[in-house]
């Protein structure tokens, strides 16, 4: 991170109206471990970051513009990167899970990403295998609009997430471990803001006067959610998750994971106070507080380095994001097919909390599920093939499909669909009642993250338009990891015409010897004998569930681990 060195690298973001280049230089992204990087001023760690520096920079291109991303791993590991939110039609293998739509990429090789982006807005892009994104590979990703509905002078993109001073791997090993049968989640040591003007991070924003400003808010966050408020300031929203809506001010709102939300502010003309951006961490799911972890955080927005700065707070206010209308309007229509997924967080017969959907905590398949799909023929239609352990649900080329989630955990959850956007029908607090369905939207919000509330549920609804293998998960990278993920094969005869992935994705497997055909087990056809089913529900009543966890509970104890070992070893 570096001062700007003067305010005119602030880049202005009005709308051009020059031609649109066919391609933006390519981005060549060496994944690198940075040592000794104290990134929230507190504790001093290795983390991932890109070209041997941390953060990781900004892809930014046009609409309809060639953006190549070249990932090289110089890690000791293998590493994948997920454009967050972007749809990769046609071009599955690009959109990055590893040991889903591609082989991780090995040490030393090069995983080439090149797209020409069908949409606009504000999105991200992170490591997509393990938990890689919470080290430190996680980056803005800009789509520029090149008619943007609303005029503004400049923009600033606004990072937010929550930081952790240990290795996610070695927190894991505890989280997900026989000492923490409850499966309560590490609270993160510290929260992180970074301002990036478009050319590089800044410390502050700065406003010129009478100025209208965008900015790009993006959690990037791993577990926490923020409530995002500006003293002294409304704001007004105009974008969701890459799509644009009807301007709506308000003073403040949640900013739940992997979320994105563009705000409009207008500087005042006077400049003799500075203000505070606000931030609010909820807390509602963190079982403890660490000693570094604020409650509350501020960044300035700087009119002079000499004003004083005003502390009075925004009034409070919660914007729901259902109440935002996109621009580009579309209606609901009626689902073809629907998807009920009961989500549940529980001790299972392995000793250790797992998410699961119905019953099934996700697994990676020896073969990835894409090559599966391309290779199966007429099987492909058949979810088998996918392997029980991975969620696989088959998708109809064109339907309108239905997802309700229903979630029976005391903690809400942010879901999100790969390749696609989705509209959200409703929302509650209760489980979804089929008696009573909710009733077709004029113009319903899109996003590809959806917030489903502690033991509540949500719909919602998306076309088929897009064949390919996509993920569907819990985007707390702590619930994704011990299995809060289904896989949707969307229209799989379809993709086997549609995707068809170039050598390099294959031979990037070839080199780490995975199979690239065959069915979840690498065997031919529809043959699964031999299939593991993977941890299982604790079979009996909820009090013999209790005495198992209480068990473990007091097995920990004794070992003076306490039965949140993390907090322990931090
Ligand atoms: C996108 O770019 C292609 C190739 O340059 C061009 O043919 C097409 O018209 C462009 N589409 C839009 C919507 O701008
Ligand atoms: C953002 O906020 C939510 C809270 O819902 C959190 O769980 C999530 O992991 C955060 N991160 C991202 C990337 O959105
Ligand atoms: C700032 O000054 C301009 C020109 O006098 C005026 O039109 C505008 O309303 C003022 N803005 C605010 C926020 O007071
Ligand atoms: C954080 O801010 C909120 C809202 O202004 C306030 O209610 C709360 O007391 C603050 N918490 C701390 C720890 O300062
Ligand atoms: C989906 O249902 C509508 C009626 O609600 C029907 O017109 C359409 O053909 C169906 N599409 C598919 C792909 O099943
Ligand atoms: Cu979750």
Same mark, same amino acid.
């Given at each position: 991170?570096?001062?700007?060195?003067? +305010?005119?690298?602030?880049?202005?973001?009005?709308?051009?109206?020059?031609?649109?280049?066919?391609?933006?230089?390519?981005?060549?992204?060496?994944?690198?471990?940075?040592?000794?990087?104290?990134?929230?001023?507190?504790?001093?760690?290795?983390?991932?970051?890109?070209?041997?520096?941390?953060?990781?920079?900004?892809?930014?291109?046009?609409?309809?513009?060639?953006?190549?991303?070249?990932?090289?791993?110089?890690?000791?590991?293998?590493?994948?990167?997920?454009?967050?939110?972007?749809?990769?039609?046609?071009?599955?293998?690009?959109?990055?899970?590893?040991?889903?739509?591609?082989?991780?990429?090995?040490?030393?090789?090069?995983?080439?990403?090149?797209?020409?982006?069908?949409?606009?807005?504000?999105?991200?892009?992170?490591?997509?295998?393990?938990?890689?994104?919470?080290?430190?590979?996680?980056?803005?990703?800009?789509?520029?609009?090149?008619?943007?509905?609303?005029?503004?002078?400049?923009?600033?993109?606004?990072?937010?997430?929550?930081?952790?001073?240990?290795?996610?791997?070695?927190?894991?090993?505890?989280?997900a471990g026989v000492?923490?049968?409850?499966?309560?989640?590490?609270? =993160?040591?510290?929260?992180?803001?970074?301002?990036?003007?478009?050319?590089?991070?800044?410390?502050?924003?700065?406003?010129?006067?009478?100025?209208?400003?965008?900015?790009?808010?993006?959690?990037?966050?791993?577990?926490?959610?923020?409530?995002?408020?500006?003293?002294?300031?409304?704001?007004?929203?105009?974008?969701?998750?890459?799509?644009?809506?009807?301007?709506?001010?308000?003073?403040?709102?949640?900013?739940?994971?992997?979320?994105?939300?563009?705000?409009?502010?207008?500087?005042?003309?006077?400049?003799?106070?500075?203000? =505070?951006?606000?931030?609010?961490?909820?807390?509602?799911? +963190?079982?403890?507080?660490?000693?570094?972890?604020?409650?509350?955080?501020?960044?300035?927005?700087?009119?002079?380095?000499?004003?004083?700065?005003?502390?009075?707070?925004?009034?409070?206010?919660?914007?729901?994001?259902?109440?935002?209308?996109?621009?580009?309007?579309? &209606?609901?229509?009626?689902?073809?097919?629907?998807?009920?997924?009961?989500?549940?967080?529980?001790l299972l017969d392995d000793g250790i909390n797992h998410?699961?959907?119905?019953?099934?905590t996700?697994?990676?398949?020896?073969?990835?599920?894409?090559?599966?799909?391309?290779?199966?023929?007429?099987?492909?239609?058949?979810?088998?093939?996918?392997?029980?352990?991975?969620?696989?649900?088959?998708?109809?080329?064109?339907?309108?499909?239905?997802?309700?989630?229903?979630?029976?955990?005391?903690?809400?959850?942010?879901?999100?669909?790969?390749?696609?956007?989705?509209?959200?029908?409703?929302?509650?607090?209760?489980?979804?009642? =089929?008696?009573?369905?909710?009733?077709?939207?004029?113009?319903?919000?899109?996003?590809?993250?959806?917030?489903?509330?502690?033991?509540?549920?949500?719909?919602?609804?998306?076309?088929?338009?897009?064949?390919?293998?996509?993920?569907?998960?819990?985007?707390?990278?702590?619930?994704?990891?011990?299995?809060?993920?289904?896989?949707?094969?969307?229209?799989?005869?379809?993709?086997?015409?549609?995707?068809?992935?170039? &050598?390099?994705?294959?031979?990037?497997?070839?080199?780490?010897?995975?199979?690239?055909?065959?069915?979840?087990?690498?065997?031919?056809?529809?043959?699964?004998?031999?299939?593991?089913?993977g941890p299982q529900?604790l079979?009996?009543?909820?009090?013999?569930?209790?005495?198992?966890?209480?068990?473990?509970?007091?097995?920990?104890?004794?070992?003076?681990?306490?039965?949140?070992?993390?907090? &322990?070893?931090?």
């Amino acid at each position: 991170m570096r001062l700007s060195t003067c +305010f005119a690298t602030v880049l202005a973001a009005v709308a051009s109206t020059a031609v649109v280049s066919a391609a933006v230089a390519p981005y060549n992204l060496d994944i690198t471990y940075v040592d000794n990087v104290n990134a929230d001023g507190v504790s001093s760690r290795r983390v991932i970051g890109v070209n041997n520096k941390w953060p990781p920079p900004l892809v930014v291109a046009d609409y309809n513009e060639t953006i190549t991303v070249n990932v090289k791993n110089s890690l000791d590991v293998p590493t994948s990167m997920h454009s967050h939110g972007l749809f990769f039609k046609g071009e599955n293998y690009l959109d990055g899970p590893s040991g889903i739509t591609q082989c991780g990429i090995p040490p030393g090789g090069t995983y080439k990403y090149e797209y020409v982006p069908k949409q606009w807005g504000t999105y991200w892009y992170h490591a997509h295998n393990g938990g890689q994104y919470v080290d430190g590979f996680r980056g803005p990703l800009i789509i520029r609009n090149p008619n943007e509905p609303y005029k503004y002078d400049f923009e600033y993109i606004v990072i937010l997430h929550d930081w952790y001073h240990n290795q996610f791997d070695d927190i894991l090993k505890d989280y997900a471990g026989v000492y923490n049968p409850t499966g309560s989640e590490p609270p =993160p040591d510290n929260v992180i803001i970074l301002i990036h003007d478009g050319t590089d991070y800044i410390e502050k924003m700065k406003f010129l006067p009478g100025k209208t400003y965008r900015l790009r808010i993006i959690n990037m966050s791993a577990f926490t959610m923020y409530h995002f408020s500006i003293g002294g300031h409304s704001m007004d929203v105009i974008e969701v998750d890459g799509d644009d809506t009807e301007r709506k001010t308000t003073n403040g709102f949640w900013v739940s994971v992997a979320q994105r939300w563009s705000v409009l502010v207008t500087a005042k003309n006077a400049t003799d106070k500075n203000y =505070p951006v606000n931030l609010i961490v909820d807390d509602s799911m +963190f079982a403890i507080i660490p000693p570094t972890l604020k409650l509350n955080y501020t960044t300035t927005i700087e009119y002079s380095p000499t004003a004083t700065l005003d502390e009075t707070p925004a009034p409070y206010e919660e914007l729901d994001d259902i109440e935002l209308s996109p621009i580009i309007k579309e &209606a609901s229509t009626p689902a073809n097919q629907t998807i009920t997924l009961d989500v549940l967080l529980d001790l299972l017969d392995d000793g250790i909390n797992h998410g699961s959907f119905n019953g099934i905590t996700w697994t990676r398949p020896q073969v990835p599920t894409i090559f599966t799909a391309l290779s199966a023929g007429p099987d492909a239609t058949n979810p088998d093939i996918y392997g029980k352990r991975t969620n696989a649900i088959i998708i109809e080329h064109m339907s309108m499909v239905q997802v309700i989630i229903n979630n029976n955990d005391g903690g809400s959850h942010p879901f999100h669909l790969h390749g696609h956007k989705f509209q959200i029908m409703g929302r509650s607090t209760e489980f979804y009642d =089929p008696s009573k369905p909710y009733p077709e939207l004029d113009n319903p919000i899109r996003r590809d993250v959806v917030q489903v509330p502690a033991m509540g549920s949500a719909v919602i609804r998306f076309r088929a338009d897009n064949p390919g293998v996509w993920l569907f998960h819990c985007h707390i990278q702590w619930h994704m990891e011990t299995g809060l993920a289904a896989t949707f094969i969307e229209a799989p005869l379809e993709m086997q015409k549609t995707v068809k992935p170039p &050598a390099f994705v294959f031979d990037q497997c070839k080199s780490q010897n995975i199979a690239t055909s065959g069915n979840a087990l690498g065997k031919l056809g529809t043959d699964m004998e031999g299939e593991e089913l993977g941890p299982q529900p604790l079979s009996g009543t909820w009090e013999k569930k209790g005495k198992i966890a209480l068990a473990f509970t007091i097995l920990s104890a004794l070992l003076g681990l306490g039965t949140v070992v993390w907090f &322990a070893s931090t």
